[in-house]
Nanobody
Framework: QVQLVESGGGLVQPGGSLRLSCAAS????????MGWYRQAPGKQRELVAAIPSGGNPNYADSVKGRFTISRDNAKNTVYLQMNSLKPEDTAVYYCNANRKAWGLNYWGQGTQVTVSS
């Protein structure tokens, strides 16, 4: 079992930046692919970015060049640095820990990001 707690969401103006953090506990953090997803009102949850332990991250086309995902296995934490934010980035952002080979998949409670002037 993994517990995930997100923080860092809030209200920001277009063009601004936010940094989301997700602290994990309860299991061996390094075995999981860590990801950030988001869900806007009336839309399906979508992958924003994911990063395996020791591997290369991947990003949704809509955030490439603006968002950066990183992880610190020593701190059991994954981050999402979001720059040049746009109103269409407004959503609830969820942290995810996935170990597909073992059938393990965990979600955080979500943190609201609102981009508005």
């Amino acid at each position: 079992q993994v517990q995930l707690v997100e923080s860092g969401g809030g209200l920001v103006q277009p063009g601004g930046s936010l940094r989301l953090s997700c602290a994990a506990s309860g299991s061996i953090f390094s075995i999981y692919v860590m990801g950030w997803y988001r869900q806007a009102p009336g839309k399906q949850r979508e992958l924003v970015a994911a990063i395996p332990s020791g591997g290369n991250p991947n990003y949704a086309d809509s955030v490439k060049g603006r968002f950066t995902i990183s992880r610190d296995n020593a701190k059991n934490t994954v981050y999402l640095q979001m720059n040049s934010l746009k109103p269409e980035d407004t959503a609830v952002y969820y942290c995810n820990a996935n170990r597909k080979a073992w059938g393990l998949n965990y979600w955080g409670q979500g943190t609201q990001v609102t981009v508005s002037s």
